[in-house]
């Protein structure tokens, strides 16, 4: 038992040393340019009601919102972009650790910018702080489910481009196609608001349970594995 404990303690702290080793690496490997388009010009949204000389509209400053989490999910759509997929697929570190690692970097990013646009929206404009951030964390987990996904079924190194456009063509089909009774883009003073957001926390669970479905590896490369062994 003594042998057991000992091999899982230090299998654990194998892993948190090779996670830390790692840190580098994945920092310099990820898609800070997109990324810092997508915080830049959803900040330039969340700030446009200041620019205005009259006072705040809460239509208004809710999709502007709505528009910067879009714009801050397509910069993320691209964080698991990895030209060197093909190469790095070797290495030891399974798929997942260095996913989490990629995730785990940006999370303190994402939750500074989100504080700083919602502190641009002037505060009587400024929506339910608790329903847009659901709103906002759908968005987010959407860009990243729909990034392992991509990955997990193809073999293409890049699908930010084809992620963020699915992200926007979604967005869009929600807004404008959805019945009013599964509307999603509703008012704070619709009283359909607190279903629409039980509707909103649906997605998120959706998406965040594909997302956490397709970290594993690729079907087609454990199929060539299992090939290989043959």
């Known amino acids: 038992m003594r042998g057991v404990a000992g091999s899982t303690v230090a299998g654990r702290s194998?892993?948190?040393?090779?996670?830390?080793?790692?840190?580098?690496?994945?920092w310099r490997g990820l898609p800070h340019r997109s990324l810092a388009t997508g915080a830049a010009l959803g900040l330039l949204l969340a700030g446009a009601p200041r620019m205005l000389s009259d006072p705040a509209d809460p239509w208004l400053s809710l999709n502007l919102l709505r528009a910067a989490a879009l714009a801050f999910g397509l910069g993320l759509a691209f964080l698991l972009d990895d030209p060197?997929?093909?190469?790095?697929?070797?290495?030891p570190t399974r798929r997942p650790v260095r996913t989490g690692l990629r995730v785990g970097l940006v999370v303190p990013f994402t939750a500074v910018w989100?504080?700083?646009?919602?502190?641009?929206?002037?505060?009587?404009?400024?929506?339910?702080?608790?329903?847009?951030?659901?709103?906002?964390?759908a968005f987010v987990v959407l860009a990243l489910a729909g990034a392992l996904l991509a990955l997990r079924h193809s073999e293409a190194t890049e699908p930010g481009i084809a992620v963020s456009a699915g992200l926007v063509g979604a967005s869009f089909a929600a807004a404008l196609l959805l019945p009013d009774r599964w509307a999603l883009f509703v008012a704070?003073?619709?009283?359909?608001?607190?279903?629409?957001?039980?509707?909103?926390?649906?997605?998120?669970?959706?998406?965040?349970?594909t997302g956490v479905c397709s970290l594993t590896e690729p079907l087609r490369r454990r199929r060539t594995t299992l090939l290989a062994h043959r």
Request: glycine content about 8%; cysteine-free.
């Open 14 to 26: 194998s892993a948190y040393v090779v996670a830390l080793a790692l840190l580098g690496p994945v």
């Open 188 to 209: 704070t003073s619709d009283p359909d608001w607190g279903d629409a957001h039980r509707r909103w926390a649906g997605v998120l669970v959706v998406a965040a349970l």
């Open 84 to 91: 060197a997929r093909h190469a790095t697929a070797a290495v």
């Open 114 to 137: 989100w504080t700083a646009a919602l502190l641009l929206i002037p505060d009587q404009g400024r929506p339910p702080v608790g329903a847009i951030t659901l709103e906002a964390s």
